[in-house]
């Protein structure tokens, strides 16, 4: 039985390259391309994977696309159920523009599911999490799927007494009632959800707090960037400082922490240290180049290096 079972609606074949210059009308000369499977809980899972854990993605796909996106979980050892759809997977596209450092990122909208097809993928969900420790939704709905569907994911895993860990925005967060173990936000879509600007922390808070205060989810950590993250409960909050790494890439960096986050719960730390480890997952995949994620390595060291003064303190 995984102990983790992500589900992602929206997966996308990614596609990363680079070129000199990213320029109108002339043709681009691109470096040779590099494909991963992508969206929110396949990334999640495929972070799990990286750091040690157990994870079993579940997804719905369809198209030539969907078949090298699962060829890609294959190649990467994540086990994964693939719900067959009619309509192809979209694929997704990433250019670094070497002059400036800058990133094109190339989003393209999934396809439309039919009922059927989001009843198939909640069916697999509820027997595959059957005795997980903790079920993740991340990323986007696309069309067809109605807004309310990852509450009716929070309803199955509260039904089976399992954590539900969400990551979403837009319409989908609207929509949620209750349910939620762990919600992460980013400070945008927070502030999207509040419908007011969030500059300072106090506000930032406080907003979290509004979350937790209707019973959608009992934990929220909302990332800032480079500003951090706060970790809020109804109890406390806690603002906790960024990690500096140099920035080669954003895909996938809040999806590593949210991975590593829940990582973190299964291996028992308490939810301050499990934040910081996913902190140094989005760190770690943010040095990473493309559509390429953390590496283990990199994500132990920067969490070694965070928690290091805590420990000197407590001596």
Not at 47 to 61: E, H, N, Q, S, T
Not at 233 to 238: I, S, V
Request: proline content about 7%.
């Amino acid at each position: 039985m995984p102990e983790i079972v992500t589900l992602t609606m929206n997966p996308a074949l990614d596609i990363a390259t680079s070129a000199d210059t990213v320029v109108p009308t002339d043709k681009v000369r691109c470096a040779p391309p590099r494909y991963d499977p992508g969206g929110g809980g396949i990334n999640v899972a495929r972070v799990v994977r990286v750091l040690g854990g157990d994870a079993f993605a579940i997804f719905p796909a369809g198209g030539p696309a969907g078949g090298t996106l699962e060829n890609l979980l294959d190649r990467d050892g994540v086990p994964h159920s693939r719900i067959p759809i009619d309509g192809p997977t979209r694929e997704n596209f990433t250019v670094d523009e070497r002059r400036s450092s800058l990133q094109y990122r190339f989003v393209l909208p999934g396809p439309a599911l039919t009922q059927a097809e989001c009843e198939a993928c909640l069916a697999r969900l509820a027997e595959v999490a059957e005795g997980t420790r903790f079920i993740v939704a991340s990323g986007s709905l696309p069309p067809g799927v109605p807004v309310g569907f990852f509450q009716t994911v929070a309803d199955l895993a509260k039904e089976r007494g399992i954590p539900f860990v969400l990551d979403t925005s837009g319409d989908a967060l609207r929509a949620m009632r209750s349910g939620v173990y762990l919600l992460k936000p980013s400070i945008r879509e927070l502030r999207e959800w509040v419908g007011r600007e969030l500059r300072e922390e106090a506000q930032q808070v406080e907003a979290a707090r509004e979350l937790i205060g209707r019973g959608i989810s009992q934990i929220v950590v909302v990332s800032l960037g480079a500003k951090g993250a706060l970790l809020v409960t109804a109890e406390r909050y806690e603002s906790l400082p960024p990690i500096a790494v140099p920035v080669r890439s954003t895909v996938g960096a809040g999806d590593s922490m949210v991975g590593a986050i829940t990582v973190g719960l299964v291996k028992g730390l308490d939810l301050r240290h499990a934040v910081r480890l996913g902190m140094a997952a989005g760190a770690a995949t943010l040095m990473s180049p493309g559509t390429e994620l953390c590496h283990r390595a990199d994500v132990e060291r920067l969490y070694a290096a965070c928690i290091a003064p805590e420990a000197e303190a407590a001596r």
